[in-house]
């Protein structure tokens, strides 16, 4: 028996029994990311089962779980790699760009992911990189929490809008054929229905009036189908407009809730008496005022002024002293 | 839910300083009490030996200069008019200067002239509102703009001025609401020719200012006293803002106007027939009181609330306002300085003793022209 090259494993061949895709072609292999070394599915069973052993290869000695065992995706198993690190690097660093107010902040950002996934997958400072890993995410843990719900959530819209869609479009498919059927079948009919009625020779001069009548009908029934199609269509639009609408009124109801606090708890929300339209004021004096540099340097904005002179004026106005102070 | 009016019942002008007409009068009255009992408690404390006690005590006590609780107002408001053009020539704002005006009155319902001349709270009041009101004016540049201060005899009352606020130093304004409504006319008539609408407003502004040396500060609310001011200057403006501010159709305004002139003619009839405005004001409240357990709802109610208030408060703008002239400030001031200082009412006493004593010798004298001699010289005595 030929001893076997641990370190170049042929393609299709498990090296720990030594079974290939040749003998049994439903041979399957398992990778596990602490080692990434091709273990076949009835190994990994026989081997792992009665709970961690060490990883059969050669001078690897890595502690595998049969639980962390997953199917190979990328033929090279770099690229596994890459994905299986970038995933996990991913799940902590998982702000959006809209999370940043500059682009330049969110390359920054995408930037030092780049730079931690490249140092894991090449084993450069290792052990610095993850800890600088797990004190972001210690760091950042609400925040990470938070947008892995939100991701989640955008995931479950899309799964429903994809649903929706299949639906719409096997409906879709179901009426056009039901057209495609319809008509020939009416093609069909008409046909017979002409022959036969030119045969009676009762009703010979009426011939071209019976063709006439009889695509008229073939017509109505096509256009009924027609219709059915554009109502689907709409109604899908309609359907699709409410799920993305849903998550938008979500997010509306959260930010109401972030209203600035007031120490009335918000409960000054009151209507008030006056109705502020700053572009119906004309005041020359003002305006003048709004031009001068050293005002506008200040901050100082006519539209906050209107609203504390109107303000103003209707505080205190239906107090009346003489009255409330009478006791 | 808090309106604004609940906001306005919580600020400290309305808890503290606004107050009913006779409510107004008792503590001016009180501190005219206090001012005299002060007063009293001086003459005693005066060393007996001196001949000029000795000259106060032979007359009787009712016969000393006291200061009566209406010279008071006079001689404040006086001084009111001196701090705003003071505050004129530091270029203060209006702002600032009603603030300092503002101290200045409450200041003279805690305490009395007798006590303390209102020409130092003065200078203190107008330099403690240009800091409040963000127009900072160094004490040094200060004190040397004014004649015969020095930082020190300005500063000396300050804290006795804050107390005497009871560290309420905020003051609402009706600058402020007038330029509020000059707003909102504008965006609720916009028909109204926008260059009335300015001279009104202008000769509203003035009158706002005028309001400030009456007692309208005290039984008003700004707001209120704005639309007064507004209103005398330009009537049918502010009738006719008013009756669609609160949802009035046409007809019935006219109704309601008329009512309300009624209302009007009566209430100056009583104004009139009582003697002054104490018993008057006692009449007011319990008229109104019957109204009081159904709060008005309507609008025309609504309507006719505020142009009563409103008329009210032209009243007072119109008939309460206290301009005393030179001479008499000067006579009010030097009954001042007799408080003040009991020793120069005696001095004073005792020349007027020698003048009559030489008078009468003069008199016996001549025989003749003695009344016109006598009239002479007490005029040198006054103005010296």
């Given at each position: 028996m030929v001893e076997l090259d641990w370190n170049n494993v042929p393609k299709d061949m498990c090296p720990v029994c030594k079974t290939d895709k040749y003998l049994s072609p439903e041979i399957q292999f398992k990778i596990n990311p602490e080692c990434y070394h091709k273990i076949c599915d009835a190994c990994v069973d026989r081997i792992f089962s009665l709970g961690p052993s060490p990883c059969p290869y050669p001078n690897c000695g890595k502690i595998l779980r049969?639980?962390?065992?997953?199917?190979?995706?990328?033929?090279?198993?770099?690229?596994e790699k890459e994905c299986d690190i970038r995933r996990r690097v991913l799940n902590i660093y998982n702000k959006k760009e809209a999370d940043f107010p500059l682009t330049d902040d969110y390359n920054s950002y995408q930037e030092?992911?780049?730079?931690?996934?490249?140092?894991?997958?090449?084993?450069?400072?290792?052990?610095?990189?993850?800890?600088?890993?797990?004190?972001?995410?210690?760091?950042?843990?609400?925040?990470?929490?938070?947008?892995?719900?939100?991701?989640?959530?955008?995931?479950?819209?899309?799964?429903?809008?994809?649903?929706?869609e299949k639906q719409y479009k096997s409906q879709r498919n179901r009426l056009n054929r039901q057209i495609i059927h319809e008509q020939a079948n009416l093609k069909n009919l008409e046909k017979m229905k002409t022959i036969d009625e030119l045969q009676q020779p009762s009703e010979e001069k009426n011939s071209e009036a019976v063709i006439k009548s009889v695509k008229e009908s073939m017509k109505n029934r096509s256009n009924k189908y027609k219709k059915q199609l554009v109502e689907l269509e709409n109604k899908y639009l309609k359907q699709r407009e409410i799920i993305i609408k849903n998550q938008q009124i979500n997010?509306?109801?959260?930010?109401?809730?972030?209203?600035?606090?007031?120490?009335?708890?918000?409960?000054?929300?009151?209507?008030?008496?006056?109705?502020?339209?700053?572009?119906?004021?004309?005041?020359?004096?003002?305006?003048?005022?709004?031009?001068?540099?050293?005002?506008?340097?200040?901050?100082?904005?006519?539209?906050?002024y209107y609203e504390r002179s109107l303000n103003e004026a209707f505080t205190g106005l239906n107090c009346y002293i003489e009255e409330e102070k009478a006791n | 839910m808090i309106s604004n009016d609940d906001l306005y019942r919580r600020s400290t002008q309305y808890r503290y300083w606004s107050f009913t007409r006779s409510k107004l009068e008792d503590l001016r009255i009180l501190a005219n009490k206090k001012g005299i009992d002060f007063t009293k408690r001086r003459l005693q404390d005066l060393d007996p030996d001196l001949p000029e006690t000795k000259a106060i005590k032979e007359i009787n006590i009712s016969d000393y200069p006291f200061v009566t609780s209406d010279e008071e107002l006079k001689i404040v408001t006086y001084y009111a008019r001196k701090c705003k053009d003071?505050?004129?020539?530091?270029?203060?704002?209006?702002?600032?200067?009603?603030?300092?005006?503002?101290?200045?009155?409450?200041?003279?319902?805690?305490?009395?002239?007798?006590?303390?001349?209102?020409?130092?709270?003065?200078?203190?009041?107008?330099?403690?509102?240009?800091?409040?009101?963000?127009?900072?004016?160094?004490?040094?540049?200060?004190?040397?703009?004014?004649?015969?201060?020095?930082?020190?005899?300005?500063?000396?009352?300050?804290?006795?001025?804050?107390?005497?606020?009871?560290?309420?130093?905020?003051?609402?304004?009706?600058?402020?609401?007038?330029?509020?409504?000059?707003?909102?006319?504008?965006?609720?008539?916009?028909?109204?020719?926008?260059?009335?609408?300015?001279?009104s407003c202008d000769s509203a502004r003035e009158l706002?200012?005028?309001?400030?040396?009456?007692?309208?500060?005290?039984?008003?609310?700004?707001?209120?006293?704005?639309?007064?001011?507004?209103?005398?200057?330009?009537?049918?403006?502010?009738?006719?803002?008013?009756?669609?501010?609160?949802?009035?159709?046409?007809?019935?305004?006219?109704?309601?106007?008329?009512?309300?002139?009624?209302?009007?003619?009566?209430?100056?009839?009583?104004?009139?027939?009582?003697?002054?405005?104490?018993?008057?004001?006692?009449?007011?409240?319990?008229?109104?009181?019957?109204?009081?357990?159904?709060?008005?709802?309507?609008?025309?109610?609504?309507?006719?609330?505020?142009?009563?208030?409103?008329?009210?408060?032209v009243d007072m703008l119109e008939h309460n306002t206290m301009n005393p002239s030179m001479e008499e400030a000067k006579h009010i001031s030097s009954k001042i300085r007799f408080c003040l200082e009991p020793l120069r009412y005696g001095k004073k006493l005792i020349k007027q003793k020698i003048a009559t004593a030489a008078l009468v010798e003069s008199a016996n004298a001549k025989r003749s022209n003695s009344s016109e001699l006598e009239s002479e010289p007490k005029k040198q005595r006054i103005s010296g």
């Open positions: 049969k639980n962390k065992f997953k199917t190979q995706v990328f033929d090279d198993l770099e690229v030092e992911i780049e730079d931690i996934v490249y140092k894991l997958l090449h084993k450069i400072d290792v052990e610095k990189t993850e800890e600088q890993l797990k004190e972001y995410s210690i760091a950042n843990k609400q925040s990470i929490r938070m947008n892995n719900a939100r991701s989640d959530q955008e995931y479950e819209k899309f799964i429903r809008l994809q649903k929706l997010s509306k109801k959260k930010k109401e809730v972030k209203i600035p606090f007031t120490p009335f708890n918000g409960d000054r929300m009151i209507p008030m008496p006056y109705r502020l339209e700053p572009n119906r004021y004309k005041d020359p004096y003002m305006e003048k005022m709004v031009d001068d540099v050293q005002f506008m340097a200040g901050g100082y904005k006519l539209d906050l | 003071l505050a004129k020539f530091f270029h203060l704002p209006s702002q600032a200067r009603a603030t300092a005006i503002m101290y200045l009155y409450k200041f003279y319902l805690a305490h009395s002239v007798m006590v303390y001349h209102p020409q130092y709270i003065m200078y203190t009041c107008l330099f403690l509102a240009a800091k409040v009101e963000n127009s900072f004016i160094g004490i040094n540049n200060f004190s040397k703009a004014i004649p015969k201060t020095t930082p020190d005899s300005i500063l000396q009352y300050e804290y006795l001025i804050l107390q005497s606020l009871r560290f309420s130093l905020r003051c609402h304004h009706p600058y402020q609401p007038l330029y509020g409504f000059y707003l909102d006319i504008q965006e609720l008539l916009p028909k109204v020719d926008f260059k009335r609408l300015g001279r706002v200012n005028e309001s400030l040396f009456t007692n309208v500060p005290f039984l008003f609310t700004p707001p209120q006293v704005a639309l007064a001011c507004l209103w005398k200057s330009d009537a049918v403006l502010v009738e006719r803002y008013l009756a669609k501010k609160l949802g009035l159709k046409r007809k019935q305004i006219k109704s309601e106007m008329e009512t309300i002139r009624e209302e009007e003619v009566k209430e100056e009839s009583t104004d009139e027939s009582t003697v002054e405005s104490t018993q008057a004001s006692q009449q007011q409240p319990a008229g109104e009181s019957s109204d009081h357990p159904s709060p008005p709802s309507s609008p025309q109610q609504n309507f006719d609330k505020l142009m009563l208030t409103i008329r009210k408060c």
